[in-house]
């Protein structure tokens, strides 16, 4: 429990250096053991340090008001976004690598009664992805960050894919021309997805010799198994086979991490924020939508934190709805599950391809209201 709370601690603030206060990874890497040293690993602890210790740990003056302005913001509760509360280490995944940090997800601390007030703007794609990764998180939980968001990328383009298909935009997808035999397969949201075999590393939590934990990051651990979801319409393209060395040097044709993270941040958005209680209604017809908030002028900062709040908030209702249901269901019977609980707060759009891509409405109400009852 020990080494698995000093990985935890280790996400969270190479996490706060990165995500929140944009410093390069090479740069943020170094500084974890100086600021545990000094017992500053938290944003709170970090704005309330004496400023002469800080300058001895960051010696870059431009990196330190970095961090500094991260942490205020982040400790002060007036100023701080819903998405960018740095989470808490009880709530970090058990496995990383020292790559894996640059992909936390924005995280939400608001009660789950007040979501219920909240409504995003998206179209079904996203909405699904959002559901996959959630899923990951009980269904392949020994898997790292990385993988979840791989996995639940190439789940959401393969029904994408379906669906083009089902509405006369495509002809065939690669899975029906049997691109995907003799590659290894997961079980998500209802399908079978090829998958490609791939190790990572976990941190070294050595202890030194007056009992103190350290963590090294830049030694590699133990190695895990672990997957990449396969990119089949790339792999089609490229005419195969699936061998690094015969790709043109980028590698196979992966869903990488990146790609599924920055998909969510960038079609999900926030569109009522109040304190009126978000409907849902499947039946509804589409409307068309006007941008969120379109008669303010806002910055792109502003427009990103929205995003990110809005994917906060949708990602933390999801998954209060799974962990309701995942001491009494199986892996199998929750993914089940999943798929028809997405089936029911979708956005309603337009029949055929007339609704490709269409955005909608979706009520986090809808989403809460799937909690299993005690």
Sequence with gaps: MAAEAAQAEVQALLAFLTRDAKVPLAAALPKYNALRKHGLVTP?????????????????????????????RLSNPKKRAASTILSSPTKQRKTTSDHEVQLELPYSDLPIDDLRHKTIETNRAPLFLAFAF???????????????????????????QSKAKYIGLTDSTAEDEGWAQGQPKIRLMGRDVPVMRRHVATPVIKEEEDGQETVDVQESGTMQEAFWGIDLEALKKSNGPLVAGKMGGAGPPVYRREGA??????????????????????DAKPEKLSSPQRSKKLT?????????????????????VYASWSTTLKNDELDRKASSWYAQVRPAVEYGQAGWGQRGKVSLQAIVDLTKRP
């Design 44 to 72: 709170d602890a970090i704005a309330k340090a004496d400023i002469g210790i800080l300058r001895l740990i960051f010696t870059d003056e431009k990196i330190l008001k970095q961090v500094q302005n991260a942490a205020k």
């Design 134 to 160: 959630c899923l990951t998180k009980y269904t392949f939980s020994e898997q790292p960050l990385s993988s979840r968001l791989s996995l639940a990328q190439a789940v959401t383009s393969a029904g994408a």
């Design 261 to 282: 993270r920055a998909y969510m941040l960038k079609s999900i958005d926030l569109v009522q924020s109040d304190d009126k209680k978000g409907e849902h209604n499947e």
């Design 300 to 320: 792109a900062a502003d427009k990103t934190a929205r995003r990110e709040e809005a994917v906060a908030v949708l990602l933390k209702a999801i998954d209060h």
